[in-house]
């Protein structure tokens, strides 16, 4: 099956810098989302990005399908950023979401 | 306003005592979902309902049954719970539509004592 894998496992920022995270897979998709997972538990839809560029705010993501691998930006963190950062993948299988292991982002103020 | 609807969202309960952890979307979803998450493993498909009628298992299907009666509800059933499923659950729809994002309740939290 399609492997998923998002670096850095960890990160901690200072409040106000920017960040990169990335999710790397292993087969072709027809589907790719960003999650941020609140402290409460909660898996908040930030992208649906299977090719492509989109910007919400202060994130962004970009994904390079022929490559495998996207990209999520945080410009400008703040506080309420901090949780963790899951990438998800689909393909072709009823709605399968293939997730990684997430980025656990703490911003410190 | 789009979502998906899970209950409870916090439930307590001891071995055995069956439970059912319901699901609705209003979304007209065709496909729906069950995922547990657990620590060091991730989140992890249990079973999934492409329609009405239409249900298969996922990646970790034992302990648990669901259902798919109506196409707006999915619930999920426990028929004799154990500790090992103690876990944060989470009901997902999406349309096999082109350019559909998956859409998440937002979690049950389920400790079996």
């Known amino acids: 099956g399609i492997q998923v894998e998002q670096s850095p496992p960890d990160l901690i920022l200072q409040e106000g810098a920017n960040s990169t995270l990335r999710c790397n897979f292993s087969?072709?998709?027809?589907?790719l989302q960003w999650f941020h997972q609140n402290p409460w538990g909660q898996l908040i839809n930030l992208f649906y990005i299977p090719s492509g560029t989109k910007q919400n705010g202060r994130l962004s993501a970009t994904t390079v399908a022929t490559e495998r691998y996207s990209l999520l930006y945080i410009s400008s963190s703040q506080t309420t950023d901090s949780g963790v950062y899951f990438c998800?993948?689909?393909?072709?299988?009823?709605?399968?979401?293939?997730f990684g292991q997430g980025t656990e982002l703490s911003v410190k103020p | 306003e789009a979502q998906v609807t899970q209950n409870p969202r916090y439930l307590i309960t001891v071995t055995g005592k069956k439970l059912t952890v319901t699901c609705s979307q209003n979304?007209?979803?065709?496909?729906m979902s069950w995922y547990r998450q657990d620590p060091g493993l991730g989140l992890r498909q249990i079973y999934y309902?492409?329609?009405?009628?239409?249900?298969d298992k996922g990646d970790v299907p034992e302990g648990y049954k669901v259902s798919r009666k109506e196409k707006r509800n999915f619930p999920l059933i426990l028929e004799s719970p154990s500790p090992n499923q103690t876990s944060l659950y989470f009901c997902?729809?999406?349309?096999?539509?082109?350019?559909?994002?998956?859409?998440f309740g937002d979690g049950t939290r389920l400790s079996i004592l």
């Open positions: 309902s492409m329609n009405v009628e239409v249900t």
């Open positions: 998800a993948v689909e393909r072709n299988q009823g709605g399968k979401l293939i």
């Open positions: 087969d072709s998709v027809n589907n």
């Open positions: 979304m007209n979803h065709e496909y």
């Open positions: 997902a729809s999406s349309s096999p539509s082109l350019n559909q994002p998956q859409h």
